[in-house]
């Protein structure tokens, strides 16, 4: 047994050494040697109210900080449904852009070159190669960006 | 360039500023998104520094009881 530490002891931890209990453990053998238990030691703890008060308020602290994370994935979850939203309101902004765009008449822009300068043109350049359709599906990324081409391009015929 | 007037039909006209206004709720719309999204993230920023904080109150703590402990 480990003797109790009293207050009036010192406030430095001690290290008791615990009386050595053997135990003689009745053998049914009288041959064997008695089996004993190791020794053990304990350490004494001075204030350990206050000890206790520390370790109590970092499990507060890991709790709380625990709640924030939760309050974080939730919050989280919010601002990728705002996204979606987002997302989906930009697309009806395009299909309603594209709407107006087919609503109105195209006009035939008239071209500013010449005809010979049409000629010289058509001398000088050579056929385009022709793009091999690609196997992958294209993703939105690519798609945007082709249309955004196709858009610049039409910009630059107007101006 | 010379400019050509383009004419078009009453009803498409009509048909072209209905489609504008409904565009415009949508930005409307897509402005108020945006400035949740806003609000969201200066939340987060906020939440952020609050972990900080306590992150770092709690390696003080553990840094007490360790002195304590060793005392």
Known sequence: MAKKTT???TEHVKTERVKSKTQVTQSKNPQKTPKTVEEQFYIGLTNPAQKRRILLELTADHLRLLKHIEVHKARRAEKKAIFQEYHKVMNEIKVLTQTIYNQLPKQNIP?????TDAKKQ??????????VPKARPRSELETLESELASIEKKLQTLQ | MEEIP???????????LKTINELKVKIDSAKELIAEIHKIKEE??????T??????????KIDNLSVLLKQ
Not at chain 1, 111 to 115: A, D, G, L, S, V
Not at chain 2, 6 to 16: G, L, Q, R, S
Request: zero cysteines; a negative charge.
């Open chain 1, 7 to 9: 207050a009036s002891q």
């Open chain 1, 111 to 115: 071209h500013k070159h010449t005809h």
């Open chain 1, 122 to 131: 058509n001398a000088t350049t050579k056929p385009a190669p022709v793009d």
């Open chain 2, 6 to 16: 383009v004419f078009v039909k009453v009803d498409d006209y009509k048909e072209v």
């Open chain 2, 44 to 49: 987060e920023e906020s939440e952020l520094e």
């Open chain 2, 51 to 60: 972990w900080k904080i306590g992150l770092s109150d709690v390696e003080q």
